[in-house]
């Protein structure tokens, strides 16, 4: 007869850590609805997006193509699975009650007065058709939802000592599926850069990730993934004082219980936004996804044109 040494038993010691991870509050779900004649609203489609806040005011990033439904490459035909092009949607975000509960927002209109309600964003001197497949829409929000809840993409930004190769491991975060009953946090879908990014694809601002995406992750943020130590707040602050001798000194005095093993901590540097492989059937039989740069989030404010969509729904 086996026995088990109860003292060891591995169930009293989880491995598991209890909350939930800083980035996956980044990520929102987008719901796509389309306005009939009667009057309803319909899910025609889902996508991903995120929250930047820019001078006081919050805006969600997303894809062009999300909010249209139409191609960037042929917007004269609807996506594949959108039956018709959206006229609102709605996104769901963390309650007040319980931050685990997501509760879906009231519908916010893409068209007033037939007139598009996001910016966008084109570089002409490039001299190329295709238009950038991002928009950012301003954001107020109900009493319903607490924007502290919110985590901005802003928290993720590169420190300017930070540099993407060809190679480099990311992820992408997102809701594949739209949002789950089951689990309303998005999925983490690692890959890595396909393409070298200094060099423009096809004149535009974007490069290769070699994983496959579905509608859904269109919009979601990419991660670069590079690793680091954990270490107390207390003492994070100090070492980025830039006083050298203090931070030597702080360092002298780490106690190595407090630190996180390196090959434990993944450090996430916000590298783009994920469009999948939308419009290019060459790239689906790759499997391989297109990125824009995240230095085009910020072009959506400094260089920033009215929406425009040139096939827009019944209104």
């Not at 850590?17 to 889902?46: E, F, H, M, Q, W």
């Not at 009493?143 to 420190?159: H, K």
């Not at 190679?167 to 890959?191: A, C, H, Q, T």
């Not at 590298?271 to 790759?286: I, K, N, R, T």
Request: glycine share 8%.
């Amino acid at each position: 007869m086996t026995t088990f040494n109860t003292n060891h038993n591995i169930l009293k010691h989880p491995i598991i850590k209890a909350g939930v991870d800083y980035a996956s509050r980044i990520p929102v779900c987008i719901d796509l609805l389309s306005c009939d004649l009667n009057g309803d609203n319909k899910k025609v489609g889902t996508g991903t997006g995120f929250f930047h806040k820019r001078d006081g005011i919050f805006y969600l990033i997303t894809n062009w193509h999300i909010l249209t439904g139409r191609s960037p490459q042929k917007p004269e035909f609807l996506l594949d699975n959108y039956p018709a092009s959206p006229s609102g949607f709605q996104i769901h975000l963390a309650s007040i009650e319980n931050p685990n509960h997501f509760i879906p927002s009231k519908v916010f209109p893409l068209y007033i007065e037939a007139k598009p309600q996001w910016l966008e964003t084109s570089i002409p001197c490039l001299g190329v058709d295709e238009r950038i497949d991002l928009a950012a829409i301003k954001f107020e929000f109900p009493p319903s939802i607490n924007e502290a809840l919110i985590t901005t993409i802003e928290n993720f930004a590169p420190s300017g000592k930070d540099f993407m190769l060809v190679g480099n491991d990311v992820v992408i975060i997102g809701y594949p599926f739209g949002l789950s009953s089951e689990n309303p946090y998005p999925i983490w879908k690692r890959g890595y850069v396909a393409s070298e990014p200094s060099i423009l694809i096809g004149g535009m601002p974007k490069y290769f990730i070699d994983t496959p995406g579905r509608p859904g992750m269109s919009g979601s943020p990419v991660f670069m993934i590079s690793k680091g130590m954990a270490v107390p707040a207390k003492t994070h602050e100090l070492l980025k004082s830039g006083n050298g001798k203090g931070a030597l000194e702080v360092l002298s005095a780490l106690n190595v219980d407090e630190l996180t093993n390196t090959r434990d901590v993944n450090i996430l540097r916000f590298a783009g936004v994920y469009s999948g492989s939308v419009g290019d059937s060459s790239l689906e039989q790759l499997r391989v996804g297109v990125a824009w740069h995240a230095a085009m989030v910020d072009r959506l404010f400094t260089h920033s044109v009215e929406g425009f969509n040139p096939y827009p729904p019944y209104l």
